[in-house]
């Protein structure tokens, strides 16, 4: 099975688009740093939030499919994923990104890889840097963390493997409810929860305190190469999602949910029907750092996607052609606005 990492390969960025800064060092942010101020980070501060759905509810299926179709993300609680184990991959992850810049640097990622320490993938294609850092895992974390603590790397690994087995678990129920609400065929789907279809990463983020947050951005626009991504939040805001109609909307941290959005590849196997929603991470909202961890659902990159569950006979067609995980990612990584547009029919 083809991974996402190999994937990347093909994909090489510069060393200087990899290292990020280092923020204990910085009093005053860098121009390099300073966004546009008029308007860019403005939001609907009212009382409008995101679904939160409670999975133990009778009728959640049609309501997390509901929330995919009408926003494209949604809080999920009741999960059955353990409050503790969530404590202890927020404590692991604030434990990486408080090491000093030296020692992180030590599991910097390479220029063509995709596992370590370094800036976001979607850096260079924005003019401005970001205020952020981040350590992305896929398979085992065991020799990045090695590098990073010597003596005291297992702990970080088996909290991190546990986390992702049981997110796997929680992406698995969820891609089962929205094929089921969408009226596909379990023929159809039959490959759901298969290792062979599906690869996953794990992506720890950090957003360390900023001297000027109204100026900075933490992650900039970008919608998700995934068929879902499962988010979670520390209690610092931060996060916006855009909805159309209403602009950019604070999805405000509830203890012990996870944040679900649609990807990319669930895009196109529902034939837009659910939005890929597209998100950002503000720092205005942050006054201290804020501490997040990303589980990315993906196919295997050799993976053919396709709408599905259309019928003709109705009136459905397919928007967009078939096409490989893989040579989407190639598409995506050359044209980060709108790569859907080239394999629309």
Known sequence: MATLAEACKDYSLHLHQIIPLDFDSIRTLPESHVWPESGEFEFNDGQLSIPTIDLNDPDAGNLIGHACETWGVFQVIHHNIPLNLLHEVESETRRLFSLPARQKLKALRSAGGAVGYGRARISH????????????IMGSPVDHARQLWPHDYQRFCDV???????????ATTLMRVIFKYLGISEEQTKWVGSPGCSS??????????????????GLAPHTDTSFLTILHQSSTKGLQIFKEGVGWVLVYPTSGALVV???????????????????????KECKQQRFSVAFF???STDFSLFPLGLSSSCGEFPLYRSVSAAEYIGIKAKNIDNPLALIRI
Not at 160 to 170: D, F, T
Not at 261 to 283: C, K
């Open 160 to 170: 991190m493997e546990g986390y992702e087995k049981k997110m796997k678990e929680l």
């Open 261 to 283: 959005n649609v990807g990319d590849f669930l895009h196109i196997l529902s034939n837009a029907r659910f939005p890929n929603v597209l998100h950002r991470v503000i720092m």
């Open 125 to 136: 294609f924005f003019n401005k840097h970001m205020w952020h850092e981040g350590f992305t």
């Open 297 to 299: 659902h993906c196919p």
């Open 200 to 217: 996953a990463a794990l992506q720890l983020n950090s957003y360390p305190y900023c001297p000027d947050p109204n100026r900075a951005m």
